[in-house]
């Protein structure tokens, strides 16, 4: 009886304290707005954008990011979140489809401006799901996944070999969304137009250069394209937003082609930054930000809205990291590397989100995610289970979100280079199977091989966030587990409960002959565009629906 009064009484002062506690705290209880309704998703997706390039994650970051740091105060910041790869398409494969992108026909490197689509077309999507179940689904921005353009007539070669005046296949509007308005690759790869929906919104009759030559459209200009996709983000958001309140809720993937090559800061924004046009790009992306939570609040939508900010991998060298640095800003943070890089400053990005009255504001989180959870977090938003072939390394986040996860979502996160290199990550333990950085810093791989550096390395993430001694030799065992668990996951076709699933081709985690490859003259090409030309050859698995074959590719 007295046990029974006890634990009455405790029942009773939990139900005092959630009468008196803050509505996000009684909101995670069950009450607020997601319970009236399935929230809106906004999901905003930076391009080379480094940790510490965000001011409120990086105490000695130069550049001001006003809207991103009321972002965070007004929800929670991930402090371990990863891209799927240190680079641009298998990144956005993994948020898209929540499979990691080496499982598919791309193994290394990133498409072209005129590739052809990397979601095999029978392959669920998180807009997909959340299309079946009722939300409307826009794509705003860089793409850089894939689409079929129609081949023109004669025997035209390169880019010309397309007639672009014909409707595109399998782009956006085939893999999930209701809506798309954007560029088809990297802001520095032809072609140079918009294309809304199926269609080039302009002919495609002059040639223009960004970094790449290729065909444009006459009125199209790099420096117009970070304003014209907020603008188009505000207006969907707008148009949207009846619907959305009647019940209708919608889902924007908005992949800003910022602060990527050509850094074009618009003319009102350079010199803001008082370090160098990245610095003024990085700030108009800040504000491009900005007008699409205005947007949300004019809509009336901010209050059910689950908005996301991150970025596709780190800082690329292209910002002129060395002069950034010399005036005390470090894009990385105090993290090893920049994109294309295994180490840290290739994939440990920015993650903010907000959602008013489920996220606690001003909250942190160090829960190890990766941005392949996007698929079973709109799965488990919408309580549903995700079937066996779909989203094989996705974790939901929800937990995390709401600040009611008891322990590590995730059992572990793979992380991979440019050039196809792996890393496994788990608790404090970083495995990385390469000598060096995987990608475009020093020492890269074949110049760590010929210093003699091991062929592998662990790093205590606990001790050592950046990277510096390799404890490899000290701790055989932990090496061998986590080698073990990325092999196991590389067999299962997944990383996540589930019946085992086939990758696309098969997955070498060793990568033999790249290094080899690179020493035969790869490498050099590569050193010679450092920072935003660098190549690398595209391993494709030659299966019906991959992407271009055979051709090198840049990111
Ligand atoms: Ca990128």
Redesign the pocket.
């Known amino acids: 009886m007295w046990i029974q009064r006890r634990a009455f009484l405790k029942w009773l002062g939990a139900g005092a304290a959630l009468a008196a506690a803050p509505s996000w705290l009684r909101a995670a209880a069950g009450e607020g707005p997601a319970r009236a309704g399935r929230p809106n998703i906004v999901y905003i997706l930076a391009?080379?954008l480094g940790y510490g390039d965000v001011r409120c994650l990086n105490p000695g970051g130069k550049i001001p990011t006003p809207h991103l740091d009321r972002l965070a105060a007004q929800g929670v910041i991930f402090t371990e979140a990863h891209s799927g790869s240190a680079?641009?398409t298998p990144t956005r494969y993994g948020i898209l489809t929540g499979r990691y992108s080496w499982r598919s026909s791309l193994r290394s490197g990133v498409l072209g401006g005129d590739s052809p689509p990397l979601i095999a077309p029978g392959r669920l999507t998180a807009p997909a799901l959340l299309k079946q179940h009722g939300y409307a689904t826009g794509c705003i921005g860089k793409w850089h996944l894939g689409m079929d353009f129609a081949r023109g007539s004669g025997d035209a070669k390169g880019s010309r070999r397309f007639d672009y005046a014909k409707p595109i296949a399998n782009g956006p509007t085939a893999r999930g969304f209701d809506y798309y308005f954007g560029i088809s690759a990297s802001l520095d790869m032809p072609p140079f137009a918009f294309i809304e929906n199926d269609r080039f919104t302009a002919a495609l009759d002059t040639e223009k250069q960004w970094i790449r030559k290729g065909p444009a459209a006459r009125d199209f200009e790099a420096v117009d394209v970070l304003p014209a996709l907020a603008r188009k983000a505000v207006e969907y958001i707008e148009s949207g937003a009846p619907q959305a309140r009647a019940g209708t809720p919608l889902f924007l993937y908005l992949a800003l082609a910022s602060p990527?090559t050509p850094i074009v800061p618009a003319a009102e924004w350079q010199g803001k930054s008082g370090l160098n046009p990245y610095g003024d790009f990085v700030m108009q992306t800040d504000a491009a930000v900005g007008e699409v939570m205005k947007a949300l609040d004019r809509a009336g939508l901010a209050d059910n809205t689950l908005l996301v900010f991150t970025s596709?991998?780190g800082c690329s060298p292209a910002a002129k990291v060395q002069e950034l640095e010399g005036k005390g800003h470090y894009p990385s943070y105090h993290f090893r590397g920049y994109k294309a890089d295994i180490w840290e400053g290739g994939h440990h990005v920015p993650f903010l989100a907000r959602w008013p009255g489920r996220i606690r504001p001003g909250s942190r989180s160090d829960q190890l995610t990766c941005l392949t959870d996007l698929m079973a977090t709109c799965a488990d938003l919408l309580g549903v289970k995700l079937p066996d072939d779909a989203g094989e390394d996705s974790v939901s986040m929800l937990p995390a979100l709401l600040g009611t996860a008891a322990g590590p979502l995730r059992e572990a996160a793979v992380h991979h280079s440019i050039s196809g290199k792996f890393s496994i990550r788990q608790g404090r333990w970083k495995l990385e199977l390469c000598p060096g950085s995987g990608g475009w810093s020093s020492p890269k791989d074949p110049e760590a091989l010929a210093q003699g550096l091991p062929p592998v390395q662990l790093y205590d993430m606990a001790g050592d966030v950046g990277e510096k001694v390799n404890v490899h030799a000290k701790n055989p065992e932990v090496a061998s587990r986590l080698l073990a668990l990325l092999e196991k996951y590389v067999a299962d076709g997944r990383s996540t409960p589930g019946a085992p699933q086939k990758n696309d081709g098969p997955v070498d985690i060793w990568k033999k002959g790249a290094d080899k490859a690179a020493k035969k003259g790869k490498a050099k090409k590569s050193d010679r565009a450092m920072g935003d030309e660098s190549s690398v050859t595209r391993e494709t698995g030659g299966r019906p629906g991959a992407a271009g074959q055979g051709t090198r590719r840049a990111e």
Request: hydrophobic share 15%; with cysteine.
């Open positions: 391009d080379d680079v641009c990527h596709d991998n």
